[in-house]
């Protein structure tokens, strides 16, 4: 069994910077593709990024595109979610996820393991 704890968030102004941290423990994920959602007050659990099993294909939602990157380390196997230039519409809960396959999706139906989550809040 999977089990994802992410880390990293908390509660910063419009324009700072952020990094989420997600590691994965019980059974390695390296062969698995990993994703970030959100989930925002009163909101459906939303796709952010994603990354494949290897690390160098990656695909981002466009609400984040050229702000957040998301990335990698599979020695360690944690995934990072770097977040730039951010904005009072990313405040939200942040969920880490794995699949058993090694190429990304967008759905979250698709994944198999979830993190519990890190609460992200940015003021204006």
């Known amino acids: 069994q999977v089990q994802l704890v992410e880390s990293g968030g908390g509660q910063v102004q419009a324009g700072d910077s952020l990094r989420l941290s997600c590691a994965a423990s019980?059974?390695?994920?390296?062969?698995?593709?990993m994703g970030w959602f959100r989930q925002a007050p009163g909101k459906e659990r939303e796709f952010v990024a994603a990354?494949?099993?290897?690390?160098?294909?990656?695909y981002s939602a466009d609400s984040v595109k050229g702000r957040f990157t998301i990335s990698r380390n599979k020695i360690v196997d944690t995934l990072y979610l770097q977040m730039n230039s951010l904005k009072p519409e990313d405040t939200a809960v942040y969920y880490c996820?794995?699949?058993?396959?090694?190429?990304?999706?967008?759905?979250?139906?698709?994944?198999?393991?979830w993190g519990q989550g890190t609460q992200v809040t940015v003021s204006s």
């Open positions: 990354i494949n099993w290897s690390g160098d294909r990656t």
């Open positions: 019980g059974r390695t994920v390296s062969n698995y593709a």
């Open positions: 996820a794995a699949r058993r396959v090694s190429f990304y999706a967008i759905n979250r139906d698709d994944y198999n393991y």
